[in-house]
């Protein structure tokens, strides 16, 4: 057991796309708004800070108790001044309708605004513990990566609704932008715009049960090319290899149909959501919602028992032969 928890942060920090999550490094622009309005609220706050402890310093130490020597008559006794009372009134007063001004500004521009007509986008579920992705568009269904553009433009923005499954939920890659919640029966929205081409890496950020830990996130923002030819190739159906039919079969006969769709597998399958869908499995990175590197050991491991690597998730051990295991393994590397 113990070994199994020391394993899994190792298992995602080798993966050499791994970025560091740093709030003040951002590479989009909700995020790059944010650092900055939280940089101009430490600095505001930062100056009372200063100014207000000195005071305090400077007036323990100015009327400390004297001591037998030092102590002559009562100081003279100053009672209210208008114009101090009104100074230390109205200053806060002007500060607070700043710091509120500025920050509702900001929460508009990302959560307020409405995307174009050509805008991508994207819908997110969260699911106890793993994240759904809905390209409504495209018709593609994945799992806990999303694919967009890279762009350094905030037109070219896409545009995400968050819903979920089950519990509330929080969407968090630090360097695009700040958490939204994922909340069941209610859609929030937000935007991100990845300046860079590369994979993003988050978290969900609200406690949501066992494993929330463990329901990591990465966005891979692509230049237009390979964006393209990812749709292209996430919107097909899935690979049927004669080779492997001994494994389909397997798949098709158990529960797993119950929860996994396999677009083309059949009706067995279809409109299965309960678990992540499978079609393009092996075009994702990861297993187990960002927690394990997608090899065939791993892969293999999960499939075996995903209890042992994921404690508490909501896929049972489906109690295989090894022969069962093998074959239904071999035809989910097909599933390219
Ligand atoms: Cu989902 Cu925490």
């Given at each position: 057991?113990?070994t199994?928890?020391?394993?899994?942060?190792?298992?995602?920090?080798?993966?050499?796309?791994?970025?560091?999550?740093?709030?003040?490094e951002?590479?989009?622009?909700?995020?790059?708004?944010?650092?900055?309005?939280?940089?101009?609220?430490?600095?505001?706050t930062?100056?009372?800070?200063?100014?207000?402890?000195?005071?305090l310093?400077?007036?323990?130490?100015?009327?400390?108790?004297?001591?037998?020597a030092?102590?002559?008559?009562?100081?003279?006794?100053?009672?209210?001044?208008?114009?101090?009372?009104?100074a230390?009134?109205?200053?806060?007063?002007?500060?607070?309708?700043?710091?509120?001004?500025?920050s509702?500004?900001?929460?508009?521009?990302?959560?307020?605004?409405?995307?174009?007509?050509?805008?991508?986008?994207v819908?997110?579920i969260?699911?106890q513990w793993?994240?759904?992705?809905?390209y409504?568009?495209?018709?593609?269904?994945t799992a806990?990566?999303?694919?967009?553009?890279?762009?350094?433009?905030?037109?070219?923005?896409?545009y995400?609704?968050?819903?979920?499954?089950d519990?509330?939920?929080s969407?968090?890659?630090?360097?695009l932008?700040?958490?939204?919640d994922?909340?069941?029966?209610?859609?929030n929205?937000?935007?991100?715009?990845?300046h860079?081409?590369?994979?993003?890496?988050?978290?969900?950020?609200?406690?949501?049960?066992?494993q929330?830990?463990?329901?990591?996130?990465?966005?891979v923002g692509?230049?237009?090319?390979?964006?393209?030819?990812w749709?292209?190739?996430q919107?097909?159906?899935?690979v049927?290899?004669?080779?492997?039919?001994?494994?389909?079969a397997?798949?098709?006969?158990?529960?797993?149909?119950?929860?996994?769709?396999?677009?083309?597998?059949?009706?067995?399958?279809?409109g299965?959501?309960f678990?992540?869908d499978?079609?393009?499995?092996?075009?994702?990175?990861?297993?187990?919602?960002?927690?394990y590197?997608?090899?065939?050991?791993?892969?293999?491991?999960?499939?075996?028992?995903?209890?042992?690597q994921?404690?508490g998730?909501l896929?049972?051990s489906?109690?295989?032969?090894p022969?069962e295991l093998?074959?239904?393994?071999?035809?989910?590397?097909?599933?390219?």
């Amino acid at each position: 057991m113990f070994t199994t928890l020391l394993a899994i942060p190792l298992a995602g920090a080798d993966l050499p796309e791994h970025r560091i999550t740093n709030i003040f490094e951002p590479l989009a622009t909700p995020a790059e708004s944010e650092k900055n309005i939280a940089l101009l609220v430490f600095a505001i706050t930062g100056v009372i800070f200063v100014g207000v402890a000195g005071l305090l310093a400077y007036t323990i130490w100015r009327f400390r108790q004297p001591t037998h020597a030092e102590r002559t008559e009562e100081p003279p006794q100053v009672y209210g001044s208008n114009q101090i009372e009104v100074a230390w009134t109205v200053l806060p007063v002007l500060i607070v309708f700043v710091l509120i001004g500025v920050s509702a500004r900001v929460i508009a521009a990302v959560e307020n605004a409405s995307p174009p007509q050509a805008a991508l986008k994207v819908t997110v579920i969260g699911h106890q513990w793993w994240w759904e992705v809905l390209y409504p568009d495209y018709g593609i269904v994945t799992a806990n990566e999303i694919h967009m553009p890279a762009t350094n433009d905030h037109k070219n923005a896409t545009y995400l609704q968050l819903q979920s499954a089950d519990v509330i939920h929080s969407f968090w890659l630090p360097q695009l932008s700040g958490k939204t919640d994922l909340i069941p029966n209610r859609t929030n929205f937000m935007w991100i715009d990845p300046h860079e081409p590369g994979v993003y890496v988050g978290n969900c950020a609200e406690y949501c049960g066992t494993q929330h830990a463990n329901m990591l996130l990465r966005v891979v923002g692509e230049d237009p090319k390979s964006f393209k030819e990812w749709t292209i190739q996430q919107q097909k159906r899935a690979v049927d290899d004669p080779q492997t039919s001994e494994g389909h079969a397997v798949f098709e006969s158990l529960a797993c149909v119950n929860c996994h769709n396999i677009a083309g597998l059949g009706k067995a399958s279809a409109g299965s959501k309960f678990g992540p869908d499978l079609t393009h499995l092996m075009s994702r990175q990861t297993l187990g919602s960002g927690v394990y590197k997608n090899t065939p050991e791993n892969l293999r491991a999960w499939v075996n028992d995903p209890q042992v690597q994921k404690p508490g998730c909501l896929m049972p051990s489906m109690k295989l032969t090894p022969d069962e295991l093998s074959k239904v393994v071999d035809y989910l590397e097909t599933l390219r």
